[in-house]
């Protein structure tokens, strides 16, 4: 009986009714994935090409299956980043981040300063740090394992989630070890996990064009199955909206689908749209460099892949400092259940011409979060719920660096109060 009504629930409320106005390719399309059939790659490349009127289904079914998947709860986590250094010489051409030694604004942070910033971010209800930085060139390969452990010593309950593949290909090969003897020593040592960055797009020509394919494809994924396989997870990701096509996203996530079916080691896919004014690679060529993804193609971007990813991989995020608060609010109706970090100290997006700002706090993000319909439930790294707050708010704390007027949630303002 109780089978029978949840049963009819479910279909109550299926998207299946929306799909009657859709063209016949894109509606079979839909409800082979409503039926938990996997997806071609032509398939998926067809949904991202889908026209506005299509993509009303899309989000339908993302919307259907993110509810599936995560009820009305979109999560957050109190973190920081650190990015303890920004020199590196690999020239990928995307980035605006890197700088090299005689640079202004170059950055070098030593194991103290690194565990100091972790210190101030746990005194703030931090539960994770996020550590990246660049490739530089005189870094030792044992300065990644220095840095977890001394955080450890000091913050022995802090999460680690730091270095990434092109990170760990470095400190394996300065330390002519081979992946899995590096991993495993960081996890040793106390790594939780790894961020899934470096992805960009997993297509060889693409990333011959990104970063002369110094990583390549086939050592990104051999390098987040080794870390799944020893028992660090990671996230992953895809940076989309420069020289890309629709195929190209398509493959991508197709690809991060079929390594979860491998490993399971993925906690969640983060879509990040190429920032383009101070990058290289749009400042080279800008005639044939796009300016980032347009509105469409991010909405799609984030209700594909929850199609795409449905039963195999729960959370998609969205990222506030690539969009903007008010973006990611939106996104959250179509098949986002994540809105990330509090950061604290966004970099990496600022230095390519980023405008959303270097932090969100926890009150904020919640804020964001009940304006969009949702309930606001803080997560550790690996999506364990750690408090939900449906019935109160997260401390109000100040920014840790101070933002001056900017106020990133002033959108809210226009939201009249009995929708808040
Ligand atoms: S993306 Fe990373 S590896 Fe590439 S140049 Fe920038 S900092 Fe260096």
């Not at 394992?145 to 290909?169: C, M, N, Q, T, Y």
């Not at 629709?246 to 493959?251: D, L, P, S, V, Y």
């Not at 990611?328 to 990496?348: C, F, P, V």
Request: net charge positive; glycine share 8%.
């Amino acid at each position: 009986m109780l089978d029978r009504i949840t049963l009819e629930n479910r279909e109550l409320s299926s998207p299946i009714k929306f799909f009657n106005d859709l063209t016949k390719p894109i509606r079979k399309i839909l409800e082979k994935a409503l039926e938990g059939k996997e997806l071609s790659v032509q398939e998926c490349t067809k949904l991202f090409d889908a026209s506005p009127k299509d993509s009303k289904g899309i989000y339908k079914l993302a919307q259907h299956f993110q509810k599936e998947a995560n009820g009305s709860q979109v999560s957050f986590v109190v973190n920081r980043n650190i990015n303890f250094t920004n020199i590196c010489y690999m020239g990928c051409k995307f980035c605006g981040f890197a700088k090299r030694v005689e640079d202004n604004g170059a950055e070098w942070l030593s194991i103290e300063q690194i565990v100091q910033r972790a210190k101030e971010a746990q005194a703030r209800g931090a539960t994770e740090v996020c550590i990246q930085g660049g490739l530089h060139p005189k870094l030792s390969g044992n300065f990644y394992r220095e840095i977890v452990i001394g955080i450890k010593k000091e913050l022995p309950d802090i999460h680690i989630h730091a270095f990434s593949p092109f990170e760990i290909w470095y400190g394996a090969s300065k330390t002519k070890t081979s992946y899995e003897e590096f991993l495993l020593d960081l996890k040793e040592c106390g790594l939780g996990s790894i961020p899934g960055t470096a992805a960009e797009i997993l297509d060889v020509d693409i990333r011959n064009q990104l970063t002369k394919n110094k990583l390549s494809t086939e050592r990104w994924i051999e390098i987040i199955k080794t870390a799944h396989l020893v028992g660090i997870p990671s996230s992953a990701t895809i940076m989309y909206g420069h020289i890309d096509k629709t195929h190209h996203w398509a493959a991508h996530i197709c690809k991060i689908r079929d390594i979860q079916k491998e490993t399971g080691g993925f906690t969640e896919l983060v879509p990040l749209s190429f920032i383009y004014s101070d990058s290289p690679l749009f400042l080279s060529d800008p005639k044939n460099v796009r300016k980032g993804p347009n509105l469409n193609e991010i909405k799609k971007m984030h209700s594909v892949s929850r199609i795409i990813l449905n039963g195999r991989i729960n959370n998609i995020q969205v990222s506030w400092p690539k969009l903007g608060p008010k973006l990611a609010k939106e996104i959250l109706q179509i098949g986002a259940n994540d809105l990330g970090g509090t950061l604290m100290n966004e970099s990496i997006s600022r230095a390519a011409g980023g405008k959303n700002g270097q932090e969100i706090t926890a009150k904020e993000l919640s804020s964001i979060i009940k304006a969009a319909g949702k309930t606001p439930t803080q997560r550790n790294t690996l999506y364990q719920v750690l408090e939900i707050f449906d019935k109160h708010e997260p401390i109000d704390l100040e920014p840790l660096v101070p933002r001056g007027k900017d106020n990133p949630i002033s959108f809210l303002e226009m939201i009249p109060k009995e929708k808040l």
